[in-house]
């Protein structure tokens, strides 16, 4: 690990963390308002606090189907991220062939363009066809932007794993399938497993491509969406948005974990 | 004797790069064979062939007399081990070894037990539930050994097999890996830059340069009567002659080597050559003199206790027409 | 050990499975063409394809009395593009991506910096979770956090009231264009919004830069007489400036094609992304929508084409 020996100047250790700051202060805010007895404005501080709220929440049917909706999308659109972006790592990482760069950038593109642009054009490409909105519609467009997350973290292991392990399969006797089940997947797993969790994360939560391919459907982005440009029942949508915090927070730290300890692992190869 | 390993006319060229071209190679089955050359000249795509890795071009490769071509590395009876030694990270020292009987289908109960068998072949007995990450590099180069011996191959390949250990390990290795190719009698061939480890360890050697073979023969062959001036150059330190010299002094105008060690500093006299000393080197037993001879630098080697020349000064030397290996390029 | 065994070739396996080995063992190209294809297809068709129908979209026109489209190709809609009032916009939404993307950089940077040279061991994986977390969490649940802290009756202006410093936000928003009725209906509220949803984006990748130099680069310079601030200007700033780029494409290209922050933090002034959002919406104008999207599609290739050309991509 690079460090200086001297420890850090004063300036930049408070440039860093008024830096953190203002990245934790707004999502920790969430959490009081939710529990805040104010109904009908955004009013600092909270009158009061009552635990009211997710109960009515709780009892909604409309944040149920969205939730449900939501799930639904972002499972389906994990499992095809997963196989397609895990195909393509596979393959520019093992060979060096002519286009590999395009294929990087094919797979980059739906995220580096807006996502606005990539909404609306799924959205023409069905005018255009005559394909009725429907679940699919939306998993189409999540899983799409979706591989570029799986492909990264794929890619980033298939360089550590060296090329040399499945040269050392084959030539003890393993045949292609047998490799790929001793070897490749149980070095790239943990990976794989992190690549999909982001990437679940990521459905779960896209809102901007989600508004042109989801036609009358809500997933619980879209409901917020509405809540928060005409607002029914503020409080409801502030517990809502401190659940959403809560369960994306679960994969992100699973992806986190797995790909730390699978780096250990598969870096100590030499 | 069998033919181990049998090379006809093998090329393997990588679009424009010939990195194996044309190449004629018998390897005898027992035998601990080299392939020297500096980097890039073929010797380990060679191996590689051998292996499996890489398929050849054109020509013909057999291994114990059937062709191999087309024969993936999973079916070939060749075991590898590797530079780097590409141990399984996920897998304990007992999995690693045992993973060629685990994909041949042999009971566990028993590839335990040849797993053992050959940990303690190569000196790491108990290391068993070690991870690779938890050994030394010179553990970890015993793993990869006995992972490679456990499936009993008809030749073993080691693709540089000390170039990563320091020196001591390396000369214990050196010793250790002879010692168990002649107790098994396994065919090995194995991949070398250093000229040092291919004479101390190498029934016989080939020389590899450019993708071609320069010269196939025993360590003393090669020493001793290099045929080219690569070979002469690339192994060992002799001194390269060129024809002009060679013709002056010994009348054939031919290139030719001089070992430094058949040198020899004499008295101003019929025969002898005078000399400048440009150098000079201690090396512990003997000293190594760096001479100008008529414009062409030539190493001579002095036996430790004899007086030394100081440098610049003029001497004289000479050496016997016979230790003059006269060498197949013409001038 | 006995090491006879009787053949140095195996015999072949057999069997879909076996054959199936041996082929892609003898036809690489092969294996790496049956990777290749799902993705390849699947992008190639459902994203270029889209992108391509939204293109061709963009030469069809809107029949302006019956409100359909009219599917032969014109270059009329990009005439309508150029309209002074959708300039405006356009101008408007690349200076709120460049100056948010500055902002970005100036904010990261310190916490890049230090999260890459000085912080060690569990300071580093705090850090490094400390900039995912909010990188991940819900994009709308973030711009509602904002939405809560500037509103008027919110927990800013209770700040400022509680130092005595309501006359500065007040003079703040008495200002022209940055100004406004509150800060969440103003430019100046946008843009915080902007920044600090996408910041996390700009950090990331600078740290990775930062965490290359090579720590002897540095001591070297200043072995050779540099001041901290000539390192930091000749050494560090330059080393670290393909990963500030490879962040600023995030930055740039989140902005621009942002519809919902402007909405729900801003002005009554569309940005690009509200444009296309209200012409293929309510209004209908599927062609207009596809020729405002072609802006982005344009400015970000350009950005692209510059920080390849600077090596940002190894960045990423």
Same mark, same amino acid.
């Given at each position: 690990m690079r460090s200086d020996r001297s420890s850090a100047p004063l300036g930049l250790k408070i440039a860093a963390a008024a830096g953190l700051a203002f990245l934790h202060l707004p999502l920790l805010l969430i959490f009081v308002y939710a529990f805040t007895t104010e109904e009908r404005s955004y009013q600092w501080p909270p009158p009061g606090l009552t635990l009211q709220w997710f109960a009515v929440t709780w009892n909604r049917p409309d944040v149920w189907q969205a939730l449900g909706l939501s799930l639904k999308v972002a499972a389906i659109s994990t499992v095809i991220?997963?196989?397609?972006?895990?195909?393509?790592?596979?393959?520019?990482?093992?060979?060096?062939?002519?286009?590999?760069?395009?294929?990087?950038?094919?797979?980059?593109?739906?995220?580096?363009?807006?996502?606005?642009?990539?909404?609306?054009?799924?959205?023409?490409?069905?005018?255009?066809?005559?394909?009725?909105?429907?679940?699919?519609?939306? %998993?189409?467009?999540?899983?799409?932007?979706?591989?570029?997350?799986?492909?990264?973290? =794929?890619?980033?292991?298939?360089?550590?794993?060296?090329?040399?392990?499945?040269?050392?399969?084959?030539?003890?006797?393993?045949?292609?399938?047998?490799?790929?089940?001793?070897?490749?997947?149980p070095n790239i797993g943990t990976a794989l497993v992190a690549g999909g969790m982001l990437a679940f994360a990521l459905s779960f939560d896209e809102v901007i491509v989600t508004t042109f391919t989801a036609g009358q459907q809500q997933t619980l982005p879209i409901w917020m969406l509405e809540e928060l440009v005409r607002p029914r029942q503020r409080p409801v949508t502030n517990v809502v948005a401190m659940v959403v915090v809560l369960v994306t927070l679960l994969p992100i730290l699973a992806a986190y974990y797995l790909t730390r300890d699978g780096d250990q692992i598969a870096g100590s190869g030499k | 004797m069998t033919t181990a390993v049998a090379f006809e006319k093998i090329s393997r060229h990588f679009g424009t790069v010939k990195a194996v071209d044309a190449v004629d190679l018998d390897i005898r089955e027992g035998e601990f064979f080299a392939m020297?050359?500096?980097?890039?000249?073929?010797?380990?795509?060679?191996?590689?062939?051998?292996?499996?890795?890489?398929?050849?071009?054109?020509?013909?490769?057999?291994?114990?007399?059937?062709?191999?071509?087309?024969?993936?590395?999973?079916?070939?009876?060749?075991?590898?081990?590797?530079?780097?030694?590409?141990?399984?990270?996920?897998?304990?020292?007992?999995?690693?070894?045992?993973?060629?009987?685990?994909?041949?289908?042999?009971?566990?109960?028993?590839?335990?037990?040849?797993?053992?068998?050959?940990?303690?072949?190569?000196?790491?007995?108990?290391?068993?539930?070690?991870?690779?990450?938890?050994?030394?590099?010179?553990?970890?180069?015993?793993?990869?050994? =006995?992972?490679?011996? $456990?499936?009993r191959p008809k030749v073993l390949l080691l693709d540089e097999p000390l170039g990563a250990l320091d020196l001591k390990l390396r000369e214990n290795m050196q010793e250790e890996l002879k010692a168990l190719q002649k107790s098994l009698g396994?065919?090995?061939?194995?991949?070398?830059?250093?000229?040092?480890?291919?004479?101390?360890?190498?029934?016989r050697i080939a020389v590899f340069d450019h993708g071609k073979v320069?010269?196939?023969?025993?360590?003393?062959?090669?020493?001793?009567?290099?045929?080219?001036?690569?070979?002469?150059?690339?192994?060992?330190?002799?001194?390269?002659?060129?024809?002009?010299?060679?013709?002056?002094?010994?009348?054939?105008?031919?290139?030719?080597?001089?070992?430094?060690?058949?040198?020899?500093?004499?008295?101003?006299?019929?025969?002898? %050559?005078?000399?400048? $000393?440009?150098?000079?080197?201690?090396?512990?037993?003997?000293t190594r003199l760096g001479l100008d001879v008529e414009g062409h630098r030539i190493n001579a080697v002095l036996p430790a206790g004899e007086p030394c020349p100081a440098d610049g000064k003029p001497v004289h030397i000479s050496f016997a027409r016979d230790d003059l290996h006269l060498m197949d390029e013409a001038g | 050990m006995s090491l006879a065994q009787s053949s140095a070739i195996l015999p072949e396996r057999g069997g879909v499975r076996g054959s199936l080995s041996d082929t892609v063992w003898r036809k690489p190209t092969l294996l790496l063409l049956l990777m290749l294809a799902p993705p390849v297809l699947w992008l190639g068709i459902v994203y270029l394809g889209s992108l391509f129908a939204l293109l061709l979209q963009s030469f069809f026109s809107i029949d302006e009395f019956s409100g359909l489209i009219n599917r032969?190709?014109?270059?009329?809609?990009?005439?309508?593009?150029?309209?002074?009032?959708?300039?405006? %916009?356009?101008?408007?939404?690349?200076?709120?991506?460049?100056?948010?993307?500055?902002?970005?950089?100036?904010?990261?940077?310190?916490?890049?910096?230090?999260? =890459?040279?000085?912080?060690?061991?569990?300071?580093?994986?705090?850090?490094?979770?400390?900039?995912?977390?909010?990188?991940?969490?819900?994009?709308?649940?973030?711009?509602?956090?904002?939405?809560? /802290?500037?509103?008027?009756?919110?927990?800013?202006?209770?700040?400022?009231?509680?130092?005595?410093?309501?006359?500065? /936000?007040?003079?703040?928003?008495?200002?022209?264009?940055?100004?406004?009725?509150?800060?969440?209906?103003?430019?100046?509220?946008?843009?915080?919004?902007?920044?600090?949803?996408?910041?996390?984006?700009?950090?990331?990748?600078?740290?990775?830069?930062?965490?290359?130099?090579?720590?002897?680069?540095?001591?070297?310079?200043?072995?050779?007489?540099?001041?901290?601030?000539?390192?930091?200007?000749?050494?560090?700033?330059?080393?670290?400036?393909?990963? %500030?780029?490879?962040?600023?494409?995030?930055?740039?290209?989140?902005?621009?094609?942002?519809?919902?922050?402007?909405?729900?933090?801003?002005?009554?002034?569309?940005?690009?992304?509200?444009?296309?959002?209200?012409?293929?919406?309510?209004?209908?104008?599927?062609?207009?929508?596809?020729?405002?999207?072609?802006?982005?599609?344009v400015v970000m290739g350009f950005y692209l084409w510059g920080a390849k050309r600077m090596g940002a991509f190894n960045a990423l």
């Open positions: 991220a997963m196989i397609l972006g895990t195909l393509c790592a596979a393959a520019v990482s093992r060979t060096k062939f002519f286009g590999r760069e395009t294929i990087s950038l094919l797979v980059i593109l739906p995220i580096a363009l807006p996502g606005i642009i990539t909404g609306i054009a799924l959205r023409s490409a069905f005018n255009l066809a005559d394909i009725p909105f429907s679940t699919w519609t939306i %998993i189409l467009g999540h899983a799409t932007f979706c591989v570029v997350v799986v492909y990264n973290n =794929a890619v980033a292991r298939f360089r550590r794993v060296s090329g040399s392990l499945v040269e050392a399969s084959m030539d003890l006797g393993a045949d292609g399938f047998q490799t790929f089940r001793h070897v490749i997947l | 020297l050359g500096p980097s890039g000249s073929g010797k380990t795509t060679c191996l590689r062939l051998i292996a499996g890795f890489e398929r050849p071009t054109a020509g013909r490769l057999s291994i114990f007399g059937e062709r191999a071509e087309d024969v993936p590395p999973y079916r070939r009876n060749v075991n590898t081990v590797f530079q780097d030694y590409a141990l399984f990270p996920h897998l304990n020292v007992t999995d690693n070894v045992a993973y060629g009987l685990m994909v041949k289908g042999v009971a566990k109960e028993e590839r335990r037990r040849a797993a053992d068998a050959a940990l303690e072949l190569v000196k790491l007995p108990g290391y068993g539930a070690r991870r690779p990450g938890q050994l030394s590099g010179g553990q970890r180069q015993r793993v990869a050994l =006995a992972r490679a011996l $456990v499936n396994i065919t090995f061939v194995f991949v070398t830059h250093d000229q040092g480890e291919a004479l101390s360890m190498a029934d320069k010269q196939v023969g025993t360590p003393e062959e090669i020493y001793k009567t290099p045929n080219s001036r690569f070979v002469a150059d690339f192994v060992g330190s002799s001194n390269v002659l060129p024809p002009d010299f060679v013709e002056r002094h010994v009348g054939e105008k031919r290139w030719a080597s001089l070992r430094p060690e058949s040198v020899r500093l004499v008295a101003e006299g019929p025969g002898a %050559i005078a000399a400048t $000393v440009i150098s000079s080197a201690y090396l512990g037993g003997t | 032969e190709f014109t270059f009329k809609t990009y005439g309508e593009l150029l309209r002074p009032s959708n300039i405006d %916009i356009i101008v408007r939404t690349v200076s709120m991506a460049a100056m948010v993307t500055l902002a970005a950089a100036v904010v990261a940077f310190p916490i890049a910096y230090f999260a =890459a040279r000085y912080a060690r061991g569990k300071w580093k994986a705090l850090f490094y979770l400390g900039v995912m977390l909010p990188l991940w969490s819900s994009y709308l649940v973030k711009v509602y956090a904002w939405k809560l /802290i500037l509103a008027k009756e919110g927990i800013l202006t209770w700040l400022f009231a509680k130092l005595h410093l309501t006359w500065l /936000i007040e003079a703040w928003l008495s200002l022209p264009i940055v100004g406004g009725n509150s800060l969440s209906v103003s430019f100046t509220g946008t843009f915080v919004v902007f920044v600090y949803v996408w910041l996390p984006f700009m950090i990331l990748p600078v740290q990775a830069a930062l965490e290359r130099v090579p720590q002897n680069l540095v001591e070297a310079s200043s072995d050779l007489g540099a001041t901290p601030a000539q390192t930091f200007r000749n050494v560090l700033f330059p080393l670290a400036l393909p990963g %500030i780029v490879a962040g600023s494409i995030f930055t740039f290209s989140l902005t621009l094609g942002d519809y919902i922050i402007p909405q729900i933090v801003g002005t009554s002034h569309l940005f690009i992304g509200q444009a296309v959002y209200a012409h293929q919406g309510t209004a209908g104008n599927i062609p207009l929508a596809a020729a405002f999207t072609v802006v982005p599609i």
